[in-house]
């Protein structure tokens, strides 16, 4: 997770690339997001009624506490 999203052998904030502060952000929130999550609560979420079916076949996860 470390690696620049488009594979570019720099990036950084002083040398991002176009997708770096998006990333960026967006990374930090799901390791956020998936930290308050314990594996348990994330089997029990999957292998129950803790998602729903979207469009595609995407899975939404319900928060965990």
Same mark, same amino acid.
Request: hydrophobic share 30%; with cysteine.
């Given at each position: ?6 594979? !570019?052998?720099?990036?950084? &904030? &002083?040398? &991002? ?7 960026? %952000? &967006? ?5 956020? %997001?998936?930290?308050?999550? @314990? !594996?348990?609560? !994330? @089997? ?14 995407? !899975?939404?996860? %319900?928060?965990?506490?």
């Amino acid at each position: 997770m470390d690696q620049c999203v488009m594979g !570019l052998d720099r990036c950084d &904030a &002083a040398n &991002a690339c176009p997708l770096h502060h998006i990333w960026t %952000k &967006a990374k930090n929130e799901m390791i956020q %997001k998936l930290g308050r999550c @314990t !594996l348990p609560q !994330l @089997t029990k979420q999957i292998g129950g009624s803790g998602y729903r079916e979207l469009e595609r076949s995407r !899975l939404i996860l %319900k928060s965990c506490h």
